[in-house]
């Protein structure tokens, strides 16, 4: 008679003796096997986009020029007289380095940082073979021969005039400080803007939010703070919306501004201010997707945090829905573009008026998660990539009809003299797979890497019409 072991281990897999497999291995095969197609179905679409544009960048020399690598190779000269009281405390007794003589204003280094006058981008002179040509770090002058007031800015395409409109701080004023411990500051003049058919030749439309002069309980009152100014336009009104970060002079207020305007050259009409979802806002930013819904981005909880949310239908305010990013991370000067329907955005750490290293983030969902994609900056020297090329984010201009290029807006501050600080322009590629993992799923990402070239000259391909 046979005998039953009852010790033995029933047997599961592949199948029981005398029975069929199991119905739960076949259903969890099946949808292992949907997973995998539906991921090499994303990574084949992606892959053949993207493929697309690195044909169109590797065939087009103008593209092959924008991502050769160009470097930087400054000597720190030797000690040369006093410096300054506030470099001599930033630095004491310790070797010199590239960012103390870039923050020491009386460096001999101090033309390389910021050109004089006599180097000056000139768009109404006969430049030659120089036409159409950015110079980052130079002063720009507009139409009229004065140098452009648009600081903290950003761009606005016009579709019905097909015109460009550079908004930005109008700092032509003098640099003091308001207390012994405060920053450097320039009194608020306003909000400049100018206008461009082809992002190079720019003509001063003036002062479209100006500051109250007298009155010292408006927002606009000059002794306060009006920073980082972004218009964007509403389709279904027919308004161009203005937001901006609005402050005291100690920023303890923290609130955005809101400004409304029938017309792009402005006069905008200053609405009110306020402190958006109930949470303080420093360093701001707007961004408005391609089905029309804009979203208020800033610095909160003391800069250790970004917010994201979207606007009401007319943009004249935030809705009631907020989602906390980047949290703990501590950035600033946010500055967010999509590339085939991917969100990405760029921004600095918390270090006032002083450069340093930029972030690239990105995000399937522009609510996020967002995924950290490391330091975009390529060329220069290792200084100048740890310093974003000794400037900070403040925009990312979309090019139409130049897939996968875009161009890098930044400021490079001078805090001895704010209306001195200068712009970093310079394009920005999205190519390539990511190189880093992802911080909140497993693996890589299917989106491509972004890099910041540098360049001393560059400009845009000349198929780019405007």
Not at 199 to 218: P, S, Y
Not at 270 to 291: E, N
Not at 318 to 343: C, D, M, W
Not at 397 to 412: E, K, Q, S, T, V
Request: neutral net charge.
């Amino acid at each position: 008679m046979r005998m039953r072991n009852k010790y033995k281990k029933p047997t599961t897999f592949p199948c029981n003796a005398g029975s069929k497999c199991s119905v739960s291995i076949i259903v969890w095969t099946l949808a292992g096997f949907l997973l995998l197609l539906h991921f090499f179905s994303l990574v084949n679409h992606k892959d053949g986009t993207s493929g697309e544009i690195e044909l169109h960048i590797s065939h087009n020399p103008s593209f092959r020029e924008l991502v050769e690598v160009e470097e930087e190779n400054i000597q720190i000269p030797p000690p040369r007289g006093k410096r300054s009281p506030r470099a001599a405390k930033r630095r004491p007794k310790r070797t010199t380095t590239l960012i103390d003589e870039f923050l020491d204003e009386n460096s001999q280094l101090r033309h390389v940082f910021f050109p004089d006058i006599k180097t000056a981008i000139d768009p109404m002179k006969d430049n030659g073979n120089d036409s159409f040509y950015y110079y980052p770090g130079r002063i720009w002058l507009d139409t009229e021969g004065a140098p452009i007031q648009a600081h903290g800015g950003g761009i606005l395409y016009d579709e019905s005039s097909r015109t460009y409109y550079w908004y930005g701080e109008y700092k032509d004023g003098p640099t003091y400080h308001a207390h012994k411990k405060a920053a450097a500051r320039v009194d608020i003049i306003g909000v400049g803007c100018y206008s461009s058919k082809d992002m190079w030749t720019w003509k001063n439309e003036g002062i479209v939010l100006a500051a109250e002069e007298t009155n010292e309980t408006h927002d606009l009152y000059k002794l306060n703070v009006l920073e980082r100014p972004k218009v964007i336009y509403n389709d279904r009104t027919g308004k161009y919306v203005m937001w901006m970060h609005i402050d005291d002079c100690n920023y303890t207020k923290a609130a955005v501004g809101v400004a409304i305007s029938d017309y792009p050259t402005g006069p905008f009409d200053y609405l009110y201010s306020k402190q958006p979802h109930g949470f303080d806002s420093r360093d701001m930013t707007i961004f408005k997707d391609d089905d029309g819904v804009a979203y208020l981005v800033y610095s909160s909880e003391d800069n250790s945090e970004l917010h994201i949310g979207p606007l009401t239908s007319d943009y004249l305010d935030v809705s009631n829905v907020v989602r906390r990013i980047l949290v703990g991370q501590h950035r600033e000067a946010p500055a967010l573009f999509k590339h085939l329907g991917t969100y990405y955005m760029v921004t600095s750490g918390c270090t006032g008026w002083a450069p340093n290293e930029a972030l690239v983030h990105a995000a399937e969902s522009i609510m996020g998660p967002w995924e950290a994609m490391g330091n975009p900056c390529i060329g220069g020297n290792k200084v100048f990539r740890l310093t974003t090329f000794f400037a900070q984010s403040t925009y990312v201009i979309p090019l139409a009809g130049l897939p996968g290029l875009y161009i890098f807006m930044a400021d490079r501050w001078n805090p001895a003299d704010l209306r001195e600080s200068r712009y970093i322009w310079l394009p920005l590629i999205v190519r390539g797979p990511a190189d880093r993992p992802l911080e909140y799923n497993f693996g890589f990402p299917l989106w491509s890497r972004v890099s910041i070239y540098w360049h001393k000259k560059w400009r845009l391909p000349s198929r780019w019409s405007g």
